[in-house]
């Protein structure tokens, strides 16, 4: 037993003929068989049939053709003398385009097909119809373009994990660079505070200094300043030249009552007075410009 493919328009000619016919042979009707798919020399002019279906149903045998809605493809069983053909591998470049693929189960591929030049050899005795096969090239055009997709998607996956990585390197730069700005942040801070308490310490010194030293130039308008810490029963009175700055008066103040000058605050009249501010008295609106005027107080 073998079987032959063939498109199923030229069914109903073997059919008639009874036989197998070879490209070249005369048919019933006159014409001469064309040759469909064998090439080569004239050595490979023959009949081919195969022992496998597998083989038979492919589609450059048994071209599929539609009918209500399903796809079609025929194969011919076939009686064939035995000892009048010589086995031969397949002839469709399935190597070439599957590799070593097996195409049936049970026939190597260097054995699939059967070749013989023996006329009426071969004999048709039944049709068989197949609807919506899938055969071995679509199984494995199928598992070949799922290899492919696996590939892709291994390719994706290979570069996501490289992106991570490198967003995992940019992360950790960018935390190493953050912590050395954050550390130096620090660092002037600490350097702000320190020259901050040693311009705070100056200025203390220096405002001790000057009261205790003689004045400059001789100063006769004085005045009396008054500062009251708020909770405080009694006034701190200072005598003071009207041209003396005010923050020199602060700073004493600080001093005498051992005060942390970060939260030391001087309010006149409900308005704060900065301790940066070098102006006398009377121009900060103390006192008015006459000697001895009215203290001011802090609250």
């Not at 197998?20 to 064309?34: Q, R, W």
């Not at 189960?105 to 004999?123: L, M, V």
């Not at 940019?170 to 311009?199: D, I, P, S, T």
């Not at 005498?256 to 308005?271: A, E, M, P, T």
Request: charged share 30%; glycine share 6%.
């Amino acid at each position: 037993m073998s079987f032959h493919g063939c498109p199923s328009r030229v069914v109903s000619s073997v059919l008639q003929e009874g036989q197998l016919l070879k490209p070249g042979d005369t048919l019933m009707d006159g014409t001469k068989l064309a040759n469909r798919l064998t090439k080569g020399s004239e050595d490979r002019i023959g009949l081919y049939t195969s022992p496998s279906i597998k083989y038979c149903e492919l589609d450059i045998y048994a071209k599929p053709c539609r009918w209500a809605g399903r796809s079609v493809r025929m194969v011919l069983q076939c009686r064939q003398k035995p000892g009048s053909f010589s086995p031969a591998g397949e002839t469709i470049d399935w190597k070439g385009r599957f590799g070593n693929a097996p195409i049936s189960t049970h026939f190597g591929n260097d054995e699939i097909e059967r070749f013989t030049r023996a006329g009426g050899s071969i004999i048709p005795y039944r049709i068989l119809i197949g609807l919506d096969v899938v055969t071995r090239e679509d199984e494995l055009a199928k598992l070949e373009n799922l290899r492919k997709r696996v590939a892709d998607a291994e390719k994706v996956l290979h570069d996501a994990r490289i992106a991570q990585a490198e967003a995992h390197r940019a992360k950790l730069e960018a935390e190493r660079a953050l912590q050395k700005h954050v550390l130096l942040e620090q660092n002037a801070e600490m350097a702000k505070k320190a020259a901050e308490r040693q311009v705070e310490k100056e200025r203390q010194a220096l405002a001790w200094e000057q009261l205790k030293a003689p004045p400059a130039q001789a100063q006769t308008e004085k005045c009396i300043i008054g500062i009251k810490r708020n909770g405080d029963a009694k006034t701190t009175k200072f005598k003071i030249f009207m041209n003396d700055q005010m923050h020199t008066v602060m700073d004493v103040y600080i001093l005498r009552k051992q005060l942390d000058s970060s939260k030391v605050r001087f309010i006149f009249d409900g308005l704060p007075i900065s301790r940066l501010d070098a102006s006398p008295p009377h121009l900060l609106g103390l006192v008015e410009a006459v000697p001895c005027s009215p203290c001011a107080s802090k609250s």
